[in-house]
């Protein structure tokens, strides 16, 4: 049973074109994510939030934003995307911090970037 | 920094066989906590089993995996592959933050 919710689920842009990826999660977990799984399925964290506060923040390029409104939604933006970003971006959450804990992803938003 | 070893990127075996698939990891921290999470085709990542206690097997849906710190490994096991095993595993150690391996693609033939 699906609980972590993201949209759009997939996504096809141009390159320098702004996107966003929206999720919530039904679960009242406290802490969210953002991964990133790229064609050779490497799965990498990119964002971490706990009620609202950013706690991971992986080197990514700037043009990557996190959003957070309460300790349900996450949003990432792209603000320019380049052809790199083609990945599936999946959301997660946990109860308990991720290194302890399960995470619960959602179904994955799929972009490609022409 | 911490990080997981998977030496296998794709596992093939015929129905009905054993299945072992590796993880080793490194780590500074005494207690870590080790996972496999398993994504079918077309679906998002899950998990299928963790551990923190040494020595202890744990097993969940036929899988079964035994965290042993002194050879830093949590391979995962079953005993009989079926043809819905095929799947992505991946493993995970969890120290500061989750670090997942590269990932084993099992894929079970007839």
């Known amino acids: 049973e699906t609980a972590v919710f993201q949209t759009p689920n997939y996504h096809v842009t141009q390159v320098g074109n702004e996107v966003s990826f929206n999720c919530k999660q039904t679960?009242?977990?406290?802490?969210m994510y953002w991964y990133k799984q790229d064609s050779k399925k490497l799965l990498k964290i990119m964002f971490s939030?706990?009620?609202?506060?950013?706690?991971v923040n992986e080197t990514v390029p700037r043009r990557f934003s996190p959003q957070s409104s309460d300790k349900a939604h996450l949003n990432l933006r792209i603000k320019s995307v380049e052809p790199e970003d083609s990945a599936v971006y999946l959301c997660?959450?946990?109860?308990?911090?991720?290194?302890?804990?399960?995470?619960?992803f959602g179904e994955g938003s799929k972009l490609t970037v022409l | 920094g911490d990080s997981v070893t998977q030496t296998e990127g794709l596992v093939t075996l015929t129905e009905g066989l054993p299945v072992m698939l590796n993880c080793t990891y490194q780590?500074?921290?005494?207690?870590?906590?080790l996972f496999w999470y398993v994504q079918h085709l077309n679906e998002s990542p899950r998990l299928l089993l963790k551990?923190?206690?040494?020595?202890k097997r744990t097993e969940h849906q036929g899988f079964h995996a035994t965290l042993h710190k002194s050879s830093s490994s949590f391979h995962l096991q079953k005993s009989s592959a079926q043809l819905s095993d095929s799947a992505l595993y991946y493993c995970?150690?969890?120290?500061?933050?989750?670090?997942f391996g590269t990932g084993t693609s099992l894929l079970v033939d007839p």
């Open positions: 997660a959450s946990s109860l308990q911090g991720s290194n302890t804990g399960q995470l619960y």
């Open positions: 995970a150690l969890g120290g500061y933050k989750l670090t």
């Open positions: 780590t500074i921290y005494s207690n870590p906590f």
């Open positions: 679960l009242g977990h406290d802490t």
């Open positions: 939030y706990n009620n609202k506060q950013l706690i």
């Open positions: 551990s923190f206690t040494d020595n």
